[in-house]
């Protein structure tokens, strides 16, 4: 069984930095694709950065330069450095797995279906 457990939400004023972990079990990590997706309040979810089943990252366009996904094989976990945080950043954030059987988030190329409980970011202005 799939368990998807992210961590390091909080709130911090424009500028900051965050930096949210993912750790995922029973999952063979590194041949799937991993990525982050967020909601804000009263949109829906949208990505925000990928690794694909090859390695290779990428990020939505308002992210990119500011936020970095990366990941550790070994210990199972992906992380989002986030920097220079702003107002629009606001959301909650949520780690997702590839489920190439059952997934039904389509994004880049990717099947997400395993997903975390999210962790909230807030940035003040």
């Known amino acids: 069984q799939v368990h998807v457990v992210e961590s390091g939400g909080g709130s911090v004023q424009a500028g900051g930095s965050l930096r949210l972990s993912c750790e995922v079990s029973?999952?063979?990590?590194?041949?799937?694709?991993m990525g982050w997706f967020r909601q804000p309040p009263g949109k829906g979810r949208e990505g925000v950065a990928v690794?694909?089943?090859?390695?290779?990252?990428s990020y939505r366009d308002s992210v990119q330069g500011r936020f970095t996904i990366s990941k550790d094989n070994a210990k199972n976990t992906l992380y989002l450095q986030m920097n220079s945080l702003k107002p629009e950043d606001t959301a909650m954030y949520y780690c997702?797995?590839?489920?190439?059987?059952?997934?039904?988030?389509?994004?880049?190329?990717?099947?997400?279906?395993?997903w975390g409980q999210g962790t909230q970011v807030t940035v003040s202005s």
């Open positions: 690794f694909d089943s090859d390695g290779r990252t």
């Open positions: 997702a797995a590839e489920d190439t059987t059952y997934g039904t988030t389509w994004y880049l190329g990717c099947r997400f279906g395993y």
């Open positions: 029973g999952y063979t990590y590194s041949r799937y694709c």
